[in-house]
């Protein structure tokens, strides 16, 4: 009976320890997404932009009324995408996933420069992003930005 006990006792520790692996294995595949957006935001390309959101991906900006579908995504940044030199920082605070579904949470930091005008916008704030993975393939299923009274400027590298 006693090593039954210490057989079980053993498999489970296996099996917590595995779970901790995995959880840690798809938390840094999605880690390794959280970048793209500002990525593709920076260079211009809209595009690019939208293959990281799903058909029906939704997307709150604070300030904006909420967007619905890829369609009504791409509407709102085609105005907006490319029209600026942008800067970004982000600081990720949390990242969680598991084998389909994951979110980033994280505080970032705006600084964009209207090419024509010259005009400077700052935003700073928190996001959440919700991703969810099919086909192997990890897209943003909701996209939340918003204010938040402990992100503030300058950013912790000096963006200001």
């Given at each position: 009976?006693?090593?039954?006990?210490?057989?079980?006792?053993?498999?489970?520790?296996?099996?917590?320890?595995l779970a901790g692996c995995l959880d840690q294995k798809y938390s840094q595949a999605l880690e390794s997404e959280g970048g793209k957006w500002a990525s593709f935001y920076k260079a211009g390309d809209l595009d690019?932009?939208?293959?990281?959101?799903?058909?029906?991906?939704?997307?709150?900006?604070?300030?904006?009324?909420?967007?619905?579908?890829?369609?009504?995504?791409?509407?709102?940044?085609?105005?907006?995408?490319?029209?600026?030199?942008?800067?970004?920082?982000?600081?990720?605070?949390?990242?969680?996933?598991?084998?389909?579904?994951?979110?980033?949470?994280?505080?970032?930091?705006?600084?964009?420069?209207?090419?024509?005008?010259?005009?400077?916008?700052?935003?700073?704030?928190?996001?959440?992003?919700?991703?969810?993975?099919?086909?192997?393939?990890?897209?943003?299923?909701?996209?939340?930005?918003?204010?938040?009274?402990?992100?503030?400027?300058?950013?912790?590298?000096?963006?200001?």
């Open positions: 009976m006693s090593t039954k006990i210490k057989n079980l006792s053993s498999l489970a520790f296996f099996y917590m320890v690019g932009l939208m293959t990281l959101y799903t058909e029906n991906a939704v997307v709150a900006l604070h300030g904006q009324p909420a967007l619905y579908g890829k369609d009504a995504i791409r509407t709102y940044f085609k105005s907006r995408i490319g029209k600026s030199d942008v800067t970004f920082e982000l600081d990720y605070e949390v990242r969680e996933s598991d084998k389909t579904i994951g979110y980033i949470i994280s505080k970032y930091w705006l600084i964009a420069k209207n090419k024509d005008s010259g005009a400077i916008y700052r935003d700073a704030g928190r996001s959440l992003l919700v991703y969810r993975k099919k086909n192997n393939v990890w897209k943003i299923a909701a996209d939340i930005d918003q204010s938040s009274p402990d992100v503030s400027w300058p950013s912790p590298s000096g963006l200001n």
